[in-house]
């Protein structure tokens, strides 16, 4: 084995792999794109006479694991979960969550088929897709999982957004979201759903990855994020569409509170906004990091509308 073959991963992670894998002579790896908050590789190996590929996620950022230090058994269960609720996701192969056998907080999941798209404009397909596929996790009460949602932000510690123009409206969103959301009945959310973590083939949704925060929570967390992602690649019109979609799949089982939008929101802010980096990985041009400014800007106001006239 050398490194350059295997994208530089380490003697003890290749070894882990493989005793993990049984059966399996490794072969090469590559990394994968579109990762932000971990390292993800594809590692190709011979089994059985025939070539196979599996992929690893190595937890690498120290300040998450402070904050989460079982990121890789989360992520474990979840896809446990997902299989046994018949989301299509990636099947779990192994994962060493203190990093001791691995090298880092480990998981090994199976590779599977499809790939990202980002269409250059809103594609009513697409967005189908996307909304239907969110509706259908939500159907899983995940009764008994010990995973629970909570904000990432605390609202009532976010300074003035200087890089706005609409600064007071910011901090009056602050305020709605540090004085606390309406009841919702908890559901199986994914808590990363964007366009990001959903997998095309043949024009049909393929597969949802990245499970490493799935949790029981409200279902406007979930919709709230990706209309999130979907005002910064495309604007609020299709933010807009894309709750529509939504709200026809998910039915009578799901009611809109602006809360859930507003909170999901708030929850993205790290910062000055900028592109996120995974978009360009993805092939997303023509964002800069002003437009997506003026676009947070844009949505926030028409989700401050809507708490006017709910």
């Not at 530089?8 to 792999?17: P, T």
Request: negative net charge.
């Amino acid at each position: 084995m050398t490194a350059n073959v295997f994208g530089g991963l380490s003697r003890q992670a290749l070894d882990w792999v493989e005793s993990n894998w049984q059966g399996a002579v490794l072969e090469y790896a590559k990394p994968l794109e579109g990762g932000t908050s971990s390292l993800l590789y594809e590692i190709f190996a011979t089994k059985d006479g025939k070539q196979h590929s599996v992929v690893l996620r190595l937890h690498h950022k120290g300040e998450w694991l402070d904050q989460e230090p079982d990121l890789a058994k989360h992520e474990a269960m979840s896809l446990e979960l997902a299989a046994a609720a018949g989301i299509p996701a990636p099947l779990i192969v192994a994962f060493d969550e203190s990093g001791t056998a691995c090298g880092m907080p480990a998981v090994l999941m199976t590779k599977v088929s499809g790939s990202v798209i980002l269409p250059p404009a809103n594609d009513r397909a697409w967005l189908d897709g996307l909304a239907k596929t969110l509706a259908n996790i939500h159907r899983h009460e995940a009764s008994g999982f010990p995973y629970e949602y909570f904000a990432y932000n605390d609202a009532r510690r976010l300074e003035r957004p200087k890089w706005s123009r609409v600064e007071g409206d910011w901090m009056r969103a602050f305020y709605i979201v540090a004085a606390g959301g309406p009841p919702a009945d908890y559901r199986l959310i994914h808590r990363d759903y964007h366009p990001g973590n959903v997998l095309w083939e043949d024009g049909q949704v393929s597969a949802v990855v990245d499970w490493a925060n799935a949790c029981r929570g409200p279902a406007g967390v979930d919709v709230g994020h990706c209309r999130v992602n979907l005002a910064q690649l495309y604007g609020t019109r299709v933010a807009n569409e894309f709750l529509l979609a939504y709200e026809y799949y998910a039915g009578p089982s799901f009611t809109y509170d602006p809360y859930w939008d507003l909170l999901s929101l708030v929850d993205t802010l790290d910062g000055s906004p900028a592109v996120y980096p995974g978009w360009q990985a993805f092939g997303m041009s023509g964002l800069s990091d002003e437009l997506v400014r003026f676009r947070l800007d844009e949505y926030l106001m028409s989700l401050m509308e809507r708490f006017d006239d709910f």
